[in-house]
């Protein structure tokens, strides 16, 4: 390899990383948090996640939630998400009337609140609102998407750095001296564990880009389905005005007939528009699958409740296929615990790169 083009990657790797390495350990750190976010959140948070008796019968879902709204003065709801495991509790978001964005876990079985939470103030939306935006908005995304995009780089220039001239020389690449001085074993740990988790934390950062940049996004359905344009997951709503007709088993009602469109196993999501413009949005997410994130679509009238679409996932597009894929894939969760612990472990190693990155700049540094 040119030695000139080496020592030129190797600047670009010294100063890039510098520069993004208090991003990159900050997104690396919350990101590997995020991974067994619902194993964390379920431990801390029990209440939001399971009922402390299943009963015979689940009550409708209206009877809570107009309940929810004429006690905590929920002006407009968001969504409702039922699951297919019995000892679950039925999550409800919705806006109330100063604004404020809240979630409640209910007990579907007596429609009694077992918790509320303002959204923005869970734990987890605030690890997740600093992994993706920093906290700081659409700039925050920027930054965030422009350090994924740097630490992409790291990645192929470290196995730049690291191929040995000579291959009589990879056996040192690939173990780390534990018994020599601290500079070497850092050095070591950086570079020969940055090989191990080369793919994975590449595979990782690449797919984060899909939250970050609009044209990332618009590339995968170009490969995909040969244009930009991704389907709109929305369907106009054809009554204009509300009929105000009378809604006893309005939300049931529509469970209910999900529930006979899709057939298999799965847990459903409501979504209720917050304008006057589309519908009422169903997603059922196929638990028979083995892979996650495979989900139908059906639409129903937000003011009469009538079908309006259904959209099972074989209609989709190749673009919204593997757009679904991309979360997964992003969070480790695509093969359950196995793929899971690996992103955990390789993420929490991505937040030593900065660490021991600049242990070894300044290593060299005291050295010149």
């Not at 029990?46 to 009922?51: A, D, G, N, T």
């Not at 015979?56 to 309940?67: E, G, L, Q, R, S």
């Not at 509300?242 to 088993?249: A, G, H, Q, R, Y």
Request: proline share 4%; glycine share 6%; net charge positive.
């Amino acid at each position: 390899m040119n030695k000139t083009f080496k020592k030129n990657i190797g600047f670009l790797h010294l100063w890039l990383g510098l520069s993004s390495g208090l991003i990159v350990f900050i997104v690396a750190l919350t990101g590997s948090i995020l991974v067994f976010e619902k194993e964390i959140d379920a431990f801390i948070n029990p209440e939001f996640y399971k009922v402390s008796t299943v009963g015979t019968k689940k009550i409708p879902v209206d009877f809570y939630v107009n309940a929810i709204q004429k006690k905590y003065k929920i002006t407009e709801l968001d969504r409702i998400q039922t699951y297919h495991d019995p000892e679950r509790s039925v999550i409800i978001s919705g806006t109330d009337a100063d604004k404020k964005d809240q979630i409640f876990s209910i007990d579907p079985y007596t429609g009694k609140v077992l918790a509320s939470v303002p959204e923005k103030s869970r734990f987890f939306s605030v690890v997740l609102d600093l992994h993706r935006h920093l906290i700081l908005g659409e700039v925050g995304k920027f930054i965030t998407g422009c350090s994924c995009l740097i630490f992409a780089f790291m990645l192929i220039s470290g196995l730049i750095l690291w191929w040995p001239k000579k291959i009589k020389n990879l056996k040192q690449r690939l173990t780390v001296k534990w018994s020599a001085s601290f500079k070497r074993v850092n050095w070591d740990f950086h570079s020969n564990f940055g090989f191990y988790s080369f793919l994975f934390l590449l595979t990782i950062s690449l797919t984060g880009l899909a939250w970050s940049f609009k044209w990332f996004e618009s590339g995968i359905y170009l490969l995909a389905d040969g244009t930009t344009k991704k389907p709109s997951a929305k369907v106009e709503n054809p009554t204009k005005v509300d009929p105000k007709l009378e809604k006893t088993f309005f939300y049931q009602n529509i469970f209910s007939k999900t529930d006979s469109i899709y057939t298999y196993k799965g847990d459903t999501q409501i979504r209720i528009p917050s304008d006057t413009i589309n519908s009422i949005m169903v997603i059922k997410l196929n638990l028979e699958k083995s892979i996650p994130n495979i989900s139908s679509m059906a639409y129903f009238d937000k003011y009469t409740g009538d079908l309006l679409k259904i959209k099972p996932y074989e209609s989709f597009s190749n673009g919204d296929k593997v757009r679904r894929l991309i979360y997964p894939i992003h969070t480790g969760s695509i093969y359950g615990y196995p793929t899971k612990i690996i992103a955990f472990l390789v993420c929490l190693f991505a937040a030593t790169l900065p660490i021991t990155g600049l242990l070894i700049w300044l290593g060299r540094k005291k050295k010149k």
